[in-house]
């Protein structure tokens, strides 16, 4: 803590205003290592704040709501950068790559309902002899699966 770190601070000047040079040195070293301590426990409550959003984000993710999951797992990127943890880093990319892939997976899914609903207008209209209106649910649903097309390749 500050407090302890001033109080050796000031036996460390201590002790070298009295000469003892080698007793300042150990204070200073226990200066340097209290330091590396605060920082690693700043740095163990900042990977458990991303560990937080990881679990939030894998919730997320079994809800299929993929871009919350997504926004999730991008701060907890941003604080395992923020601490250097290169392990967390790797498994939170991975994390980040599956969820837009099942996004866009999604994606397709729902625009291959589109196109099934948009054809099935055109099969309806048809059957009660609406050609314009047919042949516009056709074309509908064709300019949907050319986009699809090209959505899936992409991925």
Do not use: H, P
């Amino acid at each position: 803590t500050e407090t302890a770190k001033q109080y050796y601070q000031q036996a460390m000047q201590m002790y070298k205003d009295a000469g003892v040079i080698e007793k300042a040195s150990l204070v200073q070293k226990k200066i340097i290592d209290a330091d590396a301590t605060a920082k690693q426990q700043q740095n163990d409550i900042k990977t458990a704040e991303g560990d937080a959003y990881v679990l939030n984000g894998d919730n997320f993710l079994l809800e299929n709501k993929f871009a919350e999951a997504i926004e999730e797992y991008k701060k907890a990127k941003d604080i395992y950068s923020q601490v250097k943890n290169t392990d967390k880093m790797a498994e939170i990319i991975e994390k980040i790559s599956v969820a837009q892939v099942k996004q866009k997976e999604n994606d397709i899914a729902e625009q291959k309902m589109n196109i099934g609903v948009i054809e099935a207008r055109g099969d309806e209209a048809l059957k009660l002899q609406q050609y314009d209106k047919a042949k516009e649910f056709y074309l509908q649903s064709q300019a949907l699966s050319s986009y699809e097309l090209i959505i899936g390749r992409q991925c």
